[in-house]
Nanobody, 117 residues
Framework: QVQLVESGGGLVQPGGSLRLSCAAS????????MGWYRQAPGKQREMVAT???????NYADSVKGRFTISRDNAKNTVYLQMNSLKPEDTAVYYCNYVNGLTGTIYWGQGTQVTVSS
C-alpha cells in the first residue's frame, strides 16, 4: 500500500503562483511514476504533469511553460510549482503514484485550487 497526502491548494488571483506538495509513504517501489491530475466541475479528470523515477517529465499542453513538476527523493515528496495561474486552472488537483512493477495506481485525496479575482 502507498499513501499520498497532498497540500498547498488554495485561492489565488490570476497571474499568481501556488506550490502543491504530495508526500508519499508506504511501499514505494524504486521504479515508479508520480503525477498530478486535475478535475474541474463537470469535466473529466485530466493529466497535468508526470514524473518518472528515471527523471523524465510530461506536461499537458495547457500548462507547459507555467507549471513545473519536481521531487525530493529524501522526503518522498513530489511538487507542482504553478505560475501564471489562470481561472481555467481552477480544479481539484490529485496526486497519483504508479508502481512500475505491478502497475498499481494510488490516488491522494485531492486539494482544491481556485484562481479568481
Amino acid at each position: 500500500q502507498v499513501q499520498l497526502v497532498e497540500s498547498g491548494g488554495g485561492l489565488v488571483q490570476p497571474g499568481g503562483s501556488l506550490r502543491l506538495s504530495c508526500a508519499a509513504s508506504g511501499n514505494i517501489f524504486s521504479i515508479y511514476a508520480m503525477g498530478w491530475y486535475r478535475q474541474a466541475p463537470g469535466k473529466q479528470r485530466e493529466m497535468v504533469a508526470t514524473l518518472a523515477s528515471g527523471g523524465s517529465t510530461n506536461y499537458a499542453d495547457s500548462v507547459k511553460g507555467r507549471f513545473t513538476i519536481s521531487r525530493d527523493n529524501a522526503k518522498n515528496t513530489v511538487y507542482l510549482q504553478m505560475n501564471s495561474l489562470k481561472p481555467e486552472d481552477t480544479a481539484v488537483y490529485y496526486c497519483n503514484y504508479v508502481n512500475g512493477l505491478t502497475g498499481t495506481i494510488y490516488w491522494g485525496q485531492g486539494t482544491q485550487v481556485t484562481v479568481s479575482s
